[in-house]
């Protein structure tokens, strides 16, 4: 399969839109405290977080992650497609070290090796 760069981007749009998405919502969810433990207070604290701008533009970006793979279906089998999203997972890895200051450790580092080593040999076959 040859590297087709537009075709490529609907993947990365994909990537990008979803771990855009998760980072924001961590960020705020992070922000907003722990949930409360009476149902009608969690409803109310549900309803306030989704009425933040920041939730509702990552809300969006899930859905534009959805219409990202879309396009990216039309493009490629899911068999190749798929194993890209796994760099979801190294994104979010980093950017919860970087940004939120949580753990990594040798466990965690030697599972994303082992998944762009993974996606290294999907894409070359």
Same mark, same amino acid.
């Given at each position: 399969? +040859? /590297?087709?760069?537009?075709?490529?981007?609907?993947? =990365?749009? !994909?990537? $990008?839109?979803?771990? %855009?998405?998760?980072?924001?919502?961590?960020?705020?969810?992070?922000?907003?405290?722990?949930?409360?433990?009476?149902?009608?207070?969690?409803?109310?604290?549900?309803?306030?977080?989704?009425?933040?701008?920041?939730?509702?533009?990552?809300?969006?970006? +899930? /859905?534009?992650?959805?219409?990202?793979?879309?396009? =990216?279906? !039309?493009? $490629?089998?899911?068999? %190749?497609?798929?194993?890209?999203?796994?760099?979801?997972?190294?994104?979010?890895?980093?950017?919860?070290?970087?940004?939120?200051?949580?753990?990594?450790?040798?466990?965690?580092?030697?599972?994303?090796?082992?998944?762009?080593?993974?996606?290294?040999?999907?894409?070359?076959?």
């Amino acid at each position: 399969m +040859t /590297f087709r760069v537009v075709d490529h981007s609907y993947i =990365a749009l !994909t990537i $990008f839109f979803t771990v %855009y998405s998760q980072l924001i919502l961590r960020w705020q969810v992070s922000l907003a405290g722990d949930a409360p433990e009476d149902f009608i207070a969690k409803i109310g604290f549900i309803i306030g977080l989704l009425l933040n701008p920041w939730v509702l533009s990552g809300i969006a970006a +899930t /859905f534009l992650a959805g219409v990202s793979w879309m396009l =990216a279906m !039309t493009k $490629f089998e899911i068999s %190749y497609a798929y194993p890209f999203v796994s760099l979801n997972y190294i994104l979010v890895l980093a950017a919860g070290f970087l940004l939120f200051n949580e753990s990594v450790n040798v466990a965690k580092l030697a599972g994303s090796a082992l998944v762009v080593l993974g996606i290294i040999v999907i894409a070359k076959g």
